[in-house]
């Protein structure tokens, strides 16, 4: 495979006067960017103040809408807030200038993390995702629009440390900036960076393929599909943040999800969206979509198909019906001495009743529950009726009874036995019996997703009932004992359970209305206060601010707090990475979150590893957007040097035959190798770690990292011959220098150099170990090497053998 030029890098510009054009070059920039960050504190001042004394434009008042004001402006100015102070490292990172028109100087942008106007409210910096910054991402030698020349500003701290030209157009320059040209292209410079453990943006790197997808519409599912080091991960986060910027008012109000593989793949990511002055944006993993779990073990591959098959949609359907019960013969219960009795037909038609509800099981129930209460109510009615009665008719019978006693009595028999009044007061009284709710929970449960899913995996009659559908050997794959843990293919049936469930909101809306009558009594009391102190003359302040200061419910929750502990928040977008690996009832939980169908679907199919994962892009969405997403391929790898990409594609074009690998842009680097070593010298690792860390130490305080991605079967030798090496999928693994993760763990990551341990047990520990081990090579950003005991796969034929 032959490294790929990129055209928009051009060759490093000489001169002879160099070091004199870069001194002031960066005289010149130091300059402008000292004006930029003075003007961040500007705002940033001001935006701290707004927060803490409230906006000097928000008028005072206690009515509804002024309250809403101050809340809303208030909030804007904490998000403000939280934006200017996330972008401080390298604010400005480029600058454009436009080709000269008959001897009229061509405009000068510079291009930042976010826009900023000066005290005239002329442009400062102009924020990356502005149609106006666009050339600097899409311009390339052979297409540059009106750029004469692109610059890269580098930036420590506050100081410009370095500056790289690309000129399209020389004579398009003013003479004064022809004498100014420096550097070397800013991308192969980024792409030789170590490792820091957490990726960075892409922002002043940004290529024509990456901002495609970046500004590609809202509207829709985008496929974003693109192998090893393409930069479909970070163009992804980018288009989020570019998507906030222009359809803030959908998009702050809605959210924006992104769902990751794993917690360390999502804590790797964690800072690209803030550096990019976007913090209002929720991460998960498919185990934490559910509120109120956080689910990280993976079932075995048999079970973890079978969970997420479309068959478990059913499964749980049927589960919850098999819970919406009536008595074999009738309801009988004992209570205050009485037994009350519901014959059959009257159960049977209040479940009908019920169920014909177009509504979850939870809500259905409180109809059921009314039904059984009324036909109790009324079966008590009717034995105290008789109690009175019967007396009375056999003195009636004996012709002792008053004419006008007898009158009153068949005036009685003519009313109803219980008024609205009556009835209501009934059942308030049955249902405080606790027998009573018992008999009636027993056939109609208020149930919750844990304790259904629970009492199914528990009870194999249970799963018998619901899984008709199901084999003896599938039904055997799901009992578990009481007490394991959720594992990560639980959490959409944990989902779906909760869409057939529901939830019974009656104490939540009392709750409110509580709520509500308490602040209304507290600025009530507040004007009181006001009134009787004289304030109210002074227009100091208005009973609700008084209020408020006595009422402190803590920092007001952003969209994403709000969003992430509601199950049934619909997000504006959403985005998906490593898509390939979620199942179809994993996908089910994700288009509940988006009714819009407004996402970003980016992976990676050739590295497909989960065997309830997709095959096709379109296996898994033609279901909810039938023939309506489109995809847009990434072809370029920036990441792995052409010699590891070499031995990948060997692999790829056995497991994945119609699967094109991308084309690698860096030709740097020593080749891969392979290096035997029998498992019984394992223990000699730290030897072979030791001389890996030595290639790739960077002088960089903090850079360089290395991994040891291993087969299961070799997983616990190897961490007993690095036991003070951090392993697993933990965020201290980020931070470590050395980390030893499985093929899982690893996706989404990448290492200056990576040791691939038993590549033939990796290859045949799953029904996808090909693609696996596809995964484990092209995590490496400059080393590969690769450990075995006994001949190495054909597929890595093309390896070098160690000396």
């Keep these: ?241 570019y998507l906030l910027y222009t359809h803030r008012d959908v998009l702050e109000r809605r959210g924006v999800l992104v769902v990751g593989p794993n917690a360390t793949f999502m804590r790797y990511i964690e800072q690209v969206l803030p550096g990019l002055g976007e913090t209002d944006v929720a991460l998960s993993t498919v185990g934490g979509l559910y509120p109120g779990v956080r689910a990280t073990d993976a079932e075995p591959p048999s079970v973890a198909v079978l969970k997420g098959d479309l068959r478990m949609a059913e499964l749980i359907e ?153 084999s003896p050997t599938e039904r055997h794959l799901l009992h578990r004992p009481a007490g394991s843990p959720w594992t990560v293919s639980d959490v959409p049936l944990l989902d779906e359970a909760a869409e057939w469930l529901g939830q019974d909101d009656t104490a939540d809306r009392a709750r409110r209305r509580a709520a509500e009558a308490d602040r209304a009594a507290e600025e009530l009391y507040a004007r009181e206060v006001i009134e009787s102190t004289g304030l109210a003359e002074l227009e100091m302040v208005d009973a609700a601010t008084l209020a408020d200061r006595h009422h402190d419910d803590g920092p007001p929750l952003t969209t994403a707090e709000r969003a992430a502990a509601d199950r049934e928040w619909a997000y504006g977008h959403v985005i998906v990475d490593e898509a390939q690996e979620l199942s179809e009832m994993a996908w089910r939980t994700v288009m509940r979150r988006v009714p819009t169908r407004s996402l970003t679907v980016v992976g990676d199919i050739a590295q497909t590893g989960s065997a309830a994962g997709a095959r096709s892009w379109g296996q898994m969405l033609d279901r909810y957007v039938p023939g309506r997403w489109r995809e847009q391929r990434l072809m370029v790898n920036y990441r792995t040097p052409a010699a590891i990409m070499r031995v990948a594609a060997d692999l790829l074009a056995a497991v994945a035959p119609d699967q094109i690998p991308p084309e690698p842009v860096r030709d740097d680097g020593p080749p891969p190798r392979a290096v035997r070593i029998a498992p019984e010298e394992l223990p000699d690792l730290p030897d072979l770690v030791r001389s890996e860390l030595a290639e790739i130490d960077t002088g960089e305080r903090g850079e360089g990292r290395l991994a040891l991605i291993s087969s299961g079967r070799r997983y616990p030798a190897v961490r007993s011959a690095l036991p003070d090496a951090e392993a697993g999928a933990t965020p201290e693994a980020l931070d470590a220098t050395v980390v030893v993760l499985t093929t899982e763990e690893a996706k989404g990551l990448e290492f200056d150099s990576v040791i691939v341990v038993d590549p033939a047990g990796i290859m045949t520990e799953s029904p996808r170990g090909g693609q696996d081990l596809y995964v484990a090579i092209t995590r490496a950003t400059r080393r590969l090497t690769v450990v075995h005991d006994n001949d190495l796969p054909p597929t890595l034929a093309a390896l070098t053998p160690a000396d």
């Design 318 to 470: 049927a589960a919850v019906r098999d819970r919406q019960r009536i008595p074999e013969d009738a309801l009988e219960v004992e209570s205050d001495g009485m037994t009350l009795r519901v014959d059959h037909e009257t159960c049977l038609r209040a479940r009908d009743r019920a169920r014909a509800l177009r509504a979850p099981h939870n809500i259905q129930r409180r109809l059921y529950v009314h039904e059984l209460l009324d036909a109790l109510a009324l079966n008590r009615a009717q034995q105290y009726d008789r109690m009175t009665d019967e007396p009375l008719e056999d003195i009636a019978a004996s012709g002792g009874l008053p004419a006008w006693l007898k009158e009153l009595i068949d005036e009685a028999e003519e009313e109803p036995l219980l008024d609205e009044a009556d009835l209501k007061l009934s059942k308030e009284n049955l249902w405080l019996d606790p027998s009573v709710r018992k008999a009636i929970d027993a056939l109609w449960p208020e149930l919750s997703p844990q304790g259904l899913l629970t009492s199914l995996y528990t009870d194999p009659d249970a799963l018998e009932r619901a899984g008709a559908h199901l």
């Design 1 to 241: 495979m032959r490294a790929r030029q990129v055209k928009s890098v051009p060759e490093r510009i000489s001169s002879s006067d160099a070091d004199g054009a870069r001194e002031a070059a960066t005289r010149t920039e130091q300059e402008y960017v000292t004006r930029v960050y003075d003007r961040l504190d500007t705002e940033r001042d001001r935006a701290a103040d707004e927060l803490r004394t409230g906006p000097a434009t928000v008028g005072g008042g206690s009515t509804f809408q002024a309250l809403a004001e101050r809340q809303s402006a208030t909030e804007e100015a904490a998000r403000r807030l939280a934006r200017l102070s996330a972008v401080e490292r390298a604010l400005c990172f480029g600058r454009i200038d436009h080709r000269a028109e008959d001897d009229v100087p061509g405009d000068t942008f510079y291009i930042g993390r976010i826009g900023l106007r000066d005290e005239d409210r002329e442009p400062l910096l102009i924020d990356w995702r502005a149609t106006a910054a666009r050339p600097f991402y899409t311009a390339t030698s052979g297409s540059p629009g009106t750029l004469a020349r692109r610059r890269h500003l580098h930036l420590r701290d506050r100081a410009v440390v370095r500056i790289d030209d690309e000129v399209f157009d020389l004579e398009g320059l003013a003479e004064e900036d022809r004498s100014t040209i420096v550097g070397e292209a800013a991308l192969l410079a980024t792409l030789r960076r170590g490792r820091t453990g957490r990726m960075g943006d892409v922002v002043a790197t940004i290529q024509e393929e990456q901002d495609q997808v970046i500004r590609s519409g809202l509207q829709g599912v985008l496929v974003v599909q693109g192998g090893p080091g393409t930069g479909k991960t970070v163009a992804a986060l980018h288009r989020a943040a």
